[in-house]
């Protein structure tokens, strides 16, 4: 009989913990613990008065593969069917994403003819990577960096601009230091196992978790999606949970209840707070590694020593909103590699694939210009040394450069999201294994979710926390 569990972190992967252990009849008591005023983590939508919604986070939600499967029934599950909105793959936000070198946009090949021409900025055509990278031999690292797997695998030029840029896109990182194994769980795979990303992808990369859809789900394959949010921005996501929460009678909520500590006893943690102490069987932590490493005990300094090693960057993120339809393309958004520009990541056209998070009234175009990340440094200096101004000024000087959008925007907003992105570097996995190998020959009864370790996207943590959930509660998820 499982009694109480302690979930500490209360962002979407421990929103999403609380909520598979509170169905189940084994556990009576779930205590949430979160050190701010707010649940949600980095999952956070501003709603302006007059209809337009923001996000300063994760903005579309991937459907595919089973962890997509997984949040749309999830999804289901908080009766927030009526509240999705999709973005199908043959819209042109889905289509058309765009690469900024050379201060020119240059549009990602896609389809059959992409790939058998010479597209700009690429100085021949993809097939000739392809056909080549079946022949290439299989990687005898443990590890290898992304941007050593795919200059080996695809050749240097596709490694420095758009592999460069991908990373950029999705991790806020530098692809010379981030791991392939950890960050591409499927690529490396696909080369371990049959030798060829290719054939990887045609064959599949063996055995991956296995979740039935359910009806939303099966709804997004039939509609063929390629995205989703929802009408009133993806913060209603962790609302739905913490209401679902609050609902089940289950769950002890704390919040402003930073931990200080916590400590293993006799029947499993104490966990010490500012003002007083929680007892708990078992702690799944969804704290960022390094504030979990700041709780434990001395007992636990293996443990410690690894969480510390996890890095982080800052990302400053700045939405801006235009009169009028400005964009001289028509497309999802575009990236840059570190070559062109260290300090801007990139830009996401938010009004193409969700016109419906534009005002009602009057034609208006938002976009959402990101920065720092790896390069935080590159904008201006130590955190807190950039005042919100000179972001919001480089901002708008990169929509004019890029987008040759000269009027000033109507609107903005600044959030510089402290240490949001976890970086999975070269050797990530042997130290979770590492880490997951001393929790179990202490026995600590303690689960490491979040996005610290397995995977960064709001489906990975997602997921994360299900399998928590269910490996405490004895059922193989």
Known sequence: Q??????????????????????????????????????????????RADGAVFEHGPRGIRPAGALGRNTLNMVDELGLQEEIVPVPSSHAASRNRYLYVNQKLHRMPSGLRGLVRTVPPFSRPLLLNLAQEMLVKKGQQEDETIHSFFSRRLGQELADIAVDSLCRGVFAGDCRRLSVRSCFPPLFQAEQRRGSLLLGMMLGSGPGPVVPPGALA????????????????????????????????????????????????????????????????????????????????????????????IETVTVAVVNLEYEGSVLPVEGFGHLLPSSEDPALLGVVYDSEAFPQHNRPTGTTTRLTVMMGGAWFHAVGGPLGAVPEEALLSRATEAVHAHLHVSAAPIWSHVSVQKDCIPQYYQGHSGRLASMRSFIRKENLALSLIGSSYDGVSVNDVIYGGRTAAEELLGAKP
């Open 218 to 309: 099966l709804r997004s394959v039939k509609e063929s999606w390629a995205q989703w949010s929802l009408r009133r921005g993806v913060e209603s996501l962790p609302e739905a949970l913490a209401e679902f929460l609050r609902r089940s009678g289950k769950v002890e909520l704390h919040v402003h209840a930073p931990v200080a500590q916590i400590q293993p006893s006799a029947s499993g943690w104490k966990i010490c707070l500012e003002d007083g102490v929680l007892s708990a069987d078992h702690v799944i932590s969804a704290l960022p590694a390094k504030a979990l490493a700041s709780a434990l005990p001395p007992s636990c300094r293996p443990l410690t020593q690894q969480l510390k090693g």
């Open 2 to 47: 499982m009694k109480t569990v302690a979930v500490l972190g209360g962002g979407v992967a421990g929103l999403a913990a609380s909520f598979y252990l509170c169905r189940s009849p084994q556990v009576t008591k779930v205590i949430l613990v979160e050190s701010s005023g707010r649940l949600g983590g980095w999952l956070s939508s501003t709603r």
